[in-house]
């Protein structure tokens, strides 16, 4: 009985590492695209660099660059639902768990 007690702590923290997870790619993503966007004189090398490289295009929406963190982000958060409920429902159901 308790090992199946710690299976929804376990599940919480695979969601939460995935939401981190996408989190994090979306974020590098997101500060590369403003860099490369960016009309400030600092980052003009950074603007460069973009320009010669892949990011010279108008950024598309984030599912459409990097489908991996829109689908870390969408299983991290299911996976972090369905634990919480699982642990909501299982302290209703047993007072003295």
Do not use: W
Not at 18 to 37: H, K, M, P, R
Not at 49 to 58: E, F, S, T
């Amino acid at each position: 009985m308790r090992e199946r007690s710690i299976a929804p702590f376990i599940v919480l923290g695979l969601g939460g590492m995935l939401c981190l997870a996408a989190l994090l790619l979306y974020g590098t993503e997101a500060i590369a695209a403003d860099l490369c966007q960016d009309r400030g004189g600092a980052f003009d090398y950074l603007r460069g660099v973009c320009r010669d490289g892949v990011a010279g295009l108008p950024v598309p929406p984030l599912m459409q660059r990097n489908p991996a963190v829109g689908l870390c982000g969408m299983a991290g958060g299911l996976l972090l639902a369905s634990a919480s409920l699982t642990l909501l429902l299982r302290r209703k159901g047993h007072h003295h768990a």
